[in-house]
């Protein structure tokens, strides 16, 4: 009876192991918001990212590296960060937050492409380029790519247009990545698909590309993952799905992903609120909610 007891409790932590919990999030521009003139809320973004419980999340809108490199190591015990040098127009630097006992970094690289054409392969021109890294799972020693991802904003036919052509780039980069020997890559981040709710042309060519580069997305049923003004002065703001994690086949282990929206998303249920209603992770740390896909 005692071995069978043991064999369980390996097989029980085995399993544990085995699971893998991926997140994204975009952080409004931490730590000053100079359009809103609002400092990030600290220990709301400490309570939110403590209480989502991943291994991995990826993370946009960092204007201030230092300090946010800093928060992490002060507040986040266990786990590190690594985040791009370049940032866009904007200086909005992306990247990854790990747990170091899960995970190993073995590489880091941009993709510049997405900063779009007539950058002049500037660092803080165009749009964020896509933040990659390899990482290692410590206890199987498994690798998998990571993509980060911030693509341009907007519902203009300019924006959907650029957008359209980063659909392209992240399809030919996936393809790339799986062609190197590591079918194992998931995609994340602020894809600003405005046309999604609506099932629009960009949600159409959006789809088309995470079929044709073999990716599922895990956050197509999550409800919403950002608010916005909903386009009338009424006090009252309105749900939209801009962010995404997306996973190849193999990623997945052929199972399904239990995926979660959190903050204000999660505390109204995705329904039209006011800021009141939003609370503080509206009003102090991002428009954006957190949202996470455990695997395996």
Same mark, same amino acid.
């Given at each position: 009876?005692?071995?069978?007891?043991?064999? /369980? /409790?390996? +097989?029980?932590?085995?399993?544990?192991?085995?699971? +893998?919990?991926?997140?994204?999030?975009?952080?409004?521009?931490?730590?000053?918001?100079?359009?809103?003139?609002?400092?990030?809320?600290?220990? /709301?973004?400490?309570?939110?990212?403590?209480? #989502?419980?991943?291994?991995?999340?990826?993370?946009?809108?960092?204007?201030?590296?230092?300090?946010?490199?800093?928060?992490?190591?002060?507040?986040?015990?266990?786990?590190?960060?690594?985040?791009?040098?370049?940032?866009?127009?904007?200086?909005?630097?992306?990247?990854?937050?790990?747990?170091? %006992?899960?995970?190993?970094?073995?590489?880091?690289?941009?993709?510049?492409?997405?900063?779009?054409?007539?950058?002049?392969?500037?660092?803080?021109?165009?749009?964020?380029?896509?933040?990659?890294?390899?990482?290692?799972?410590?206890?199987?020693?498994?690798?998998?790519?990571?993509?980060?991802?911030?693509?341009?904003?907007?519902?203009? %036919?300019?924006?959907?247009?650029?957008?359209?052509?980063?659909?392209?780039?992240?399809?030919?980069?996936?393809?790339?990545?799986? /062609?190197?020997?590591?079918?194992?890559?998931? =995609?994340?981040?602020?894809?600003?698909?405005?046309?999604?709710?609506?099932?629009?042309?960009?949600?159409?060519?959006?789809?088309?590309?995470?079929?044709?580069?073999?990716?599922?997305? #895990?956050?197509?049923?999550?409800?919403?993952?950002?608010?916005?003004?909903?386009?009338?002065?009424?006090?009252?703001?309105?749900?939209?799905? #801009?962010?995404?994690?997306? =996973?190849?086949?193999?990623?997945?282990?052929?199972?399904?992903?239990?995926?979660?929206?959190?903050?204000?998303?999660?505390?109204?249920?995705?329904?039209?609120?006011?800021? =009141?209603?939003?609370?503080?992770?509206?009003?102090?740390?991002?428009?954006?909610?957190?949202?996470?896909?455990?695997?395996?």
């Amino acid at each position: 009876m005692k071995w069978i007891l043991g064999f /369980a /409790a390996l +097989l029980s932590v085995s399993l544990a192991q085995a699971a +893998l919990t991926l997140g994204t999030y975009n952080i409004r521009n931490f730590d000053y918001d100079e359009r809103e003139r609002i400092n990030t809320n600290k220990p /709301a973004l400490e309570s939110i990212l403590k209480g #989502l419980r991943f291994d991995l999340l990826g993370v946009n809108e960092i204007n201030n590296v230092a300090e946010f490199n800093s928060f992490i190591g002060r507040r986040m015990v266990g786990y590190d960060v690594t985040l791009s040098n370049c940032g866009g127009a904007h200086g909005q630097h992306l990247g990854f937050v790990y747990n170091k %006992a899960k995970l190993k970094l073995v590489s880091f690289t941009e993709e510049m492409q997405f900063s779009g054409e007539g950058n002049g392969g500037g660092c803080f021109a165009g749009s964020r380029p896509a933040a990659v890294g390899l990482f290692e799972e410590i206890s199987t020693r498994e690798r998998f790519y990571a993509i980060q991802l911030h693509l341009k904003s907007g519902s203009n %036919a300019d924006s959907i247009q650029k957008r359209t052509r980063q659909y392209q780039q992240l399809q030919q980069l996936v393809k790339k990545l799986v /062609a190197s020997g590591v079918a194992n890559v998931v =995609a994340m981040g602020d894809m600003n698909t405005t046309g999604y709710v609506l099932r629009d042309e960009d949600y159409k060519r959006f789809t088309t590309m995470v079929t044709n580069a073999g990716l599922n997305d #895990l956050s197509k049923n999550i409800g919403c993952s950002a608010y916005w003004w909903g386009g009338s002065e009424d006090g009252i703001e309105s749900p939209s799905l #801009l962010d995404h994690v997306l =996973a190849t086949g193999p990623m997945l282990k052929n199972k399904p992903a239990a995926s979660t929206v959190g903050a204000h998303c999660k505390a109204v249920s995705c329904r039209e609120a006011s800021p =009141a209603q939003l609370g503080v992770s509206y009003t102090g740390v991002s428009d954006h909610c957190p949202q996470t896909a455990t695997i395996r």
